[in-house]
């Protein structure tokens, strides 16, 4: 029966409908869904891993066991899990392992826009690039079966269009799990520096036979048309330049690495034009490039940033001004993210703001604390990077004297994921810097999925919680103290507190996402009389907070189906004009 799936829907499927055995991941847009819809069809073993590098050596190990296996994450996740992803190269697999990769072109979740084809092409390995939902099911027994044909990962890579857009996809009969015999082989499997030097010549052949292969597989199809333009191309690009010229030659990789040499010198010997479109790195255009094939239109007409559509297509190739796309409409209204309406971050925001501290920040729903009003976090790098950095700073600035503590936010999870680290570095090299960890039961950003500190794994069951504060003891640190956000004297108090005493002091603020947990309390309002139109609550950046006209001077009011009464805006009014009903 067909069935209208996203991307990572499709991906979900094909794993469970291909024998999948183990999955493991790090929730992060836009490959999230995969493993939650993994976890709904429930016949297969799947969980939350407290970061990147740890769902691919677990996946590693169940496929080491014998057992198919696929790791999920964003592509900056890959960064975490390179370490583990070069060596496995060397290795290879027992069972297939798939290492499913969501890139973000044009951001619209991500703090870069790295091309994970670059990953494929350093680590020597095999990459499929689907180009819609029905490819994306398809490509996953594909994958697995050339994992195991040629002893090697094999990297899935979407798109944030193909994982989140949905297509048909019609199901083929589904195979029971697959698992292999678990053999003890240290040659293959130790990487010490004898075994590993021959396993880098093994990783060498494989990738001269994968070459071969890429010349035969039906996953690269070349389609038929005029001979004017011919365009190579892949992934979700292939949608556009169907749109865009659906009469032109095309040559579609759905084997994105190895290259097909051959087919692609045969492909651009048929055509007056050679046309390249590829979303973000020049990765096909360098290697065709250097075979000494003609491009003539390539990167110097599509951009390296952002994503690629139809309009920019079709004026690449007609060599048009507009290559960069169709402009946006003029004078739209600006609709910036904000933290939800009682959102405990919110407090602790206001307070940093207001004591013009430097703050390490972090990815999550609290990179937010950047944007005005608030304006209070101001420098954020990467997963777990606050910590480690406000160390850095504090050294500095031991050294440089008078200037201060600074201060560093992290989530939960993001703690788990690599936080730690950070936290443990910085006792044992007796750093001086005040960490605030809000703890809200949840990975936020990415839809409210369960971590360490949630006491559930992904399928629901409950599970051990972990204690954050006994935790930052056993890490070293004496001064570790729990507060609520919402309190915004007690949290001035303990931030002041936690600036004056030497060496690193933690503060904890365990509430629960109000959007994850379904929180709601009864809504402020304001009154009226008493409102001098100061504007002072406003700072605290909440969407319930609006102005209306009332004289000479508009004043605050509250929309109550949106105010969670969370309380901070009326701790930031200084007449007492807040209340709740």
């Known amino acids: 029966m067909k069935k209208i799936l996203s991307g990572n829907e499709a ?58 296996a696929m790791a999920t994450m964003k592509h900056v996740g890959v960064n975490v899990a390179a370490d583990a992803l070069l060596t496995l190269a060397y290795t290879g697999v027992n069972a297939g392992l798939i290492l499913m990769v969501a890139d973000d072109p044009g951001m619209h979740s991500s703090q870069n826009e790295q091309d994970s084809r670059n990953y494929a092409k350093f680590a020597k390995i095999p990459m499929l690039d689907p180009s819609d939902s029905r490819e994306a099911y398809d490509f996953v027994s594909a994958g697995l079966e050339l994992s195991e044909r040629f002893d090697t990962p094999v990297m899935l890579r979407t798109t944030t269009r193909i994982s989140h857009a949905k297509g048909v996809v019609e199901p083929r009969e589904k195979l029971p799990p697959r698992i292999r015999e678990w053999v003890k082989d240290v040659p293959k499997y130790v990487m010490l520096p004898n075994y590993g030097q021959a396993r880098h010549q ?27 333009l011919g365009i190579l191309t892949s992934g979700v690009s292939y949608q556009y330049v169907k749109e865009a010229y659906p009469g ?65 297509v079709r004026a690449a190739a007609e060599e048009a001004d507009a290559a960069k796309g169709a402009a946006p409409a003029a004078d739209l209204p600006q609709r910036p993210p904000t933290l939800c309406p009682g959102c405990s971050h919110r407090g602790l925001f206001s307070i940093l703001g207001k004591l013009k501290v430097f703050v390490s920040g972090d990815i999550g729903c609290y990179t937010l604390g950047a944007l005005p009003p608030m304006s209070a976090m101001h420098s954020c790098i990467c997963m777990g990077a606050s910590i480690s950095a406000a160390h850095g700073m504090a050294k500095v600035n031991e050294i440089a004297g008078g200037r201060g503590k600074p201060v560093a936010v992290i989530g939960d999870s993001t703690f788990f994921h690599s936080g730690m680290t950070g936290l443990l570095s910085m006792a044992y090299n007796g750093g001086s810097a005040l960490v605030i960890i809000m703890d809200n039961r949840t990975t936020g950003m990415t839809g409210g999925q369960e971590n360490p500190g949630s006491g559930r794994v992904l399928a629901g069951e409950l599970s051990r919680q972990v204690d954050i504060i006994a935790l930052v003891k056993a890490l070293g ?41 379904r ?46 009464g969370c309380d901070v805006c009326s701790q930031l009014c200084k007449f007492d004009a807040m209340y709740k009903k």
């Open 11 to 68: 991906i979900a499927l094909g794993f469970s409908d291909s024998g999948g055995v183990f999955a493991s991941g790090y929730p992060g847009t836009p490959s999230t869904e995969t493993l939650e819809a993994l976890a709904r069809i429930g016949d297969v073993y799947c969980e939350w891993a407290t970061n990147e590098k740890v769902g691919l050596e677990s996946a590693i190990g169940a496929s080491i066991a014998g057992g198919r």
């Open 202 to 228: 093994e990783l060498e052949k494989r990738l001269l036979r994968l070459r071969e292969f890429a010349e035969t597989t039906p996953l690269n199809r070349e389609e038929a048309g005029g001979n004017d």
């Open 248 to 312: 032109a030659s095309i040559l579609k990789l759905g084997l994105v690495h190895p290259l097909p040499e051959k087919k692609i010198r045969e492909f651009a010997g048929k055509v007056k034009r050679l046309m390249i479109v590829e979303e973000l790195d020049a990765i096909f255009e360098e290697q065709v490039r250097a075979m000494g094939v003609r491009v003539d239109i390539g990167k110097d007409r599509i951009s390296l940033c952002g994503e690629v559509s139809a309009d920019i």
């Open 477 to 517: 640190v004496d001064h570790v103290e729990e507060i609520s956000t919402y309190d915004l004297k007690e949290t001035e108090a303990a931030i002041r507190k936690g600036l004056a005493t030497p060496g690193p002091y933690v503060l904890v603020d365990k509430n629960p996402c109000v959007l994850r947990y």
């Open 519 to 564: 929180v709601k309390t009864i809504p402020v309002a304001v009154d009226p009389e008493k409102c001098s139109g100061c504007r002072a609550c406003l700072k605290a950046a909440c969407v319930a907070l609006g102005l209306v006209s009332s004289g000479d001077k508009p004043k605050v009011m509250i929309d109550p189906d949106i105010c969670n």
